[in-house]
Structure formats: structure tokens, C-alpha cells
T-cell receptor, first 111, second 115 residues
Framework: SQTIHQWPATLVQPVGSPLSLECTVE??????LYWYRQAAGRGLQLLFY??????ISSEVPQNLSASRPQDRQFILSSKKLLLSDSGFYLC??????????FGPGTRLTVT | GENVEQHPSTLSVQEGDSAVIKCTYS??????FPWYKQELGKRPQLIID?????GEKKDQRIAVTLNKTAKHFSLHITETQPEDSAVYFC??????????????FGKGTHLIIQP
């Protein structure tokens, strides 16, 4: 069966520091991968999605970037964090039929 | 781009009663409509989904209906139980054989089941 991992689970970072969040999927090949952010008490906002290695589509202009160095690995990065980057970051995968399954998430607090 | 509106933002029902949450979407190209349940501090869990080639789908106490003409879809939960208390999100996306765009979510409905 397929499993999706995210780490770290929680993170507290100062403003201006860099960020790297990792997502990996097991038990499947060539999945579609997605990054979403959920601000406290809010809905989910799509940040990036990828249909293959090196293929990244950005949905919202921001100081975040994404990369897909391997088929089942998706990384979310920032060079300098802002206070507004705080939130619950969720990675999701899809076998290509639209259905998406979420990872456990990373809770990021920027101080 | 797609815009999804969800109502109500909070819904309180007596245990055993039914709950209905409604969503509308703007993009007529959208053809996939999932519903997620999110408990406090946890990841969203897919509970049911519907594609645009059907009008209704049921899974035990949960059902989803879709009206493509009116661009709205609804979640129906019957015989509600305390464990149904959570935040529910509707979403929409467009998919083709090669893959799918990301999901556009509604803002969520906090469902409270009163004992």
C-alpha cells in the first residue's frame, strides 16, 4: 500500500531564516505531488504541484519554492521566512486520477 | 481560476439527525468534487468524492449530490454520531488522463454534533 511521509512534524523558525520541508511517498511510482498551506482556522491553499521530476507548477506568488529531485520526493523551500509563512503545510499525492491523499503535515511557526 | 463557496461555516445538529453542507463552484470545466473531514490538528481525510459523470454517490451514512447545471454539490450525513464532529471541506478540480490540477477548497464547515 502507499504511504506518504512528511518531516519535520513541527518546526519553529525565526523570521529571515531558511526553510526546507520534505515529503516522500512510498509504494507507488510517478505520482502527482502537491503542496498546500493551511493558515490557523482557515481552508487549504494550493501552493505547488508536480506531475513529474523537475516539473513544478506554482499557484501563488510568494517567497516559497518547490523542487522534485526524485520521483517520489517533493521539497518545499524558502530562503527567508516571513511571519505570514506560519501555518500547517500539507503534502498530498495522487495516482493521477484526481483523488488526493494528504500526508501528516508540518506545523510551522515563524517567530 | 476556480472559486469554491461553502455554507454554512458552522452547523450544529442533534445526534441522530441529518446534516447537509452545500458548496458552489465557478469553473464549468471542473469535473472532480471530493469531500474531506479534518479533526483538530490532523490531516484532512477523504470521505467521499464524485465525478461529473454521475449525479449522486452514497457510502453508508454519507452521500454526495452534484448538480452540474447549477454548479453546486452537497454532502449529506444521516444518523449523525458524536464522532462526526469535525471540520468538513469541499473541493473542486479538473482532471484529464494525464493528471490533475490541484484542488480548490471551500473555507470549511465546523460540524458540531450535540448529544
Amino acid at each position: 500500500s502507499q504511504t506518504i511521509h512528511q518531516w519535520p512534524a513541527t518546526l519553529v523558525q525565526p523570521v529571515g531564516s531558511p526553510l526546507s520541508l520534505e515529503c516522500t511517498v512510498e509504494g507507488t511510482s510517478n505520482p502527482n505531488l502537491y503542496w498546500y498551506r493551511q493558515a490557523a482556522g482557515r481552508g487549504l491553499q494550493l501552493l505547488f504541484y508536480s506531475v513529474g521530476i523537475g516539473q513544478i507548477s506554482s499557484e501563488v506568488p510568494q517567497n516559497l519554492s518547490a523542487s522534485r529531485p526524485q520521483d517520489r520526493q517533493f521539497i518545499l523551500s524558502s530562503k527567508k521566512l516571513l511571519l505570514s509563512d506560519s501555518g500547517f503545510y500539507l503534502c498530498a499525492w495522487s495516482p493521477g486520477l484526481a483523488t488526493q491523499y494528504f500526508g501528516p503535515g508540518t506545523r510551522l511557526t515563524v517567530t | 481560476g476556480e472559486n469554491v463557496e461553502q455554507h454554512p461555516s458552522t452547523l450544529s445538529v442533534q445526534e441522530g439527525d441529518s446534516a447537509v453542507i452545500k458548496c458552489t463552484y465557478s469553473d464549468s470545466a471542473s469535473n472532480y468534487f471530493p469531500w474531506y473531514k479534518q479533526e483538530l490538528g490532523k490531516r484532512p481525510q477523504l470521505i467521499i468524492d464524485i465525478r461529473s459523470n454521475v449525479g449522486e454517490k452514497k457510502d453508508q451514512r454519507i452521500a454526495v449530490t452534484l448538480n452540474k447545471t447549477a454548479k453546486h454539490f452537497s454532502l449529506h450525513i444521516t444518523e449523525t454520531q458524536p464522532e462526526d464532529s469535525a471540520v468538513y471541506f469541499c473541493a473542486a478540480s479538473t482532471y484529464s488522463g494525464g493528471g490533475a490540477d490541484g484542488l480548490t477548497f471551500g473555507k470549511g464547515t465546523h460540524l458540531i454534533i450535540q448529544p
